[in-house]
């Protein structure tokens, strides 16, 4: 039986329509478990920590973009958010509004590295990466021995 080769094109916009999940789909399933729960922990906990107004593409613009990164439910919760919900200082600190945009914009960034990651991964796969510190102690002696 041959072994399915990985689309990465396909890979990539499925580590943007659900972090972690391309690098799932290229067989790095830790990974990609990983990065879901990360990405999606922050921008979840931005959303909470929020009251749900960390998404807010008219007074947060350069946030917003950054937000997209994290996926297309940026556009849904946008979508569904109330314009007349964001009133702070009555209902919700603005140190807490601020704290949820800055989260959820993170967990965008965040997984733009993470298919960054899996395209570099794709590409070079034997060169070590961030986390491979062990991998690239044992090539650089590997260099130095021969």
């Not at 916009?13 to 972090?19: E, K, Y």
């Not at 990974?31 to 729960?37: D, M, P």
Request: a neutral charge; one cysteine or more; aromatic letters at 10%.
């Amino acid at each position: 039986m041959s072994e399915r080769k990985v689309n990465i094109w396909f890979a990539l916009v499925l580590g943007w329509l659900v972090p972690g999940l391309g690098h799932f789909y290229a067989k790095r399933k830790l990974h990609g478990l990983f990065y879901f729960v990360m990405i999606a922990g922050l921008y979840g906990a931005g959303l909470i920590v929020s009251g749900g107004t960390a998404v807010n593409a008219t007074d947060h613009l350069a946030y917003f973009v950054c937000q997209i990164l994290a996926g297309p439910i940026t556009f849904g919760i946008e979508a569904l958010r109330n314009p007349d919900s964001l009133s702070l200082g009555h209902g919700m600190s603005i140190m807490a509004h601020q704290t949820g945009t800055v989260y959820a914009a993170t967990a965008g960034v965040l997984n733009l590295i993470a298919i960054c990651e899996l395209y570099r991964r794709h590409v070079n796969p034997e060169e070590p990466g961030p986390a491979d510190t062990m991998r690239v102690d044992a090539i650089n002696a590997e260099r130095e021995a021969s």
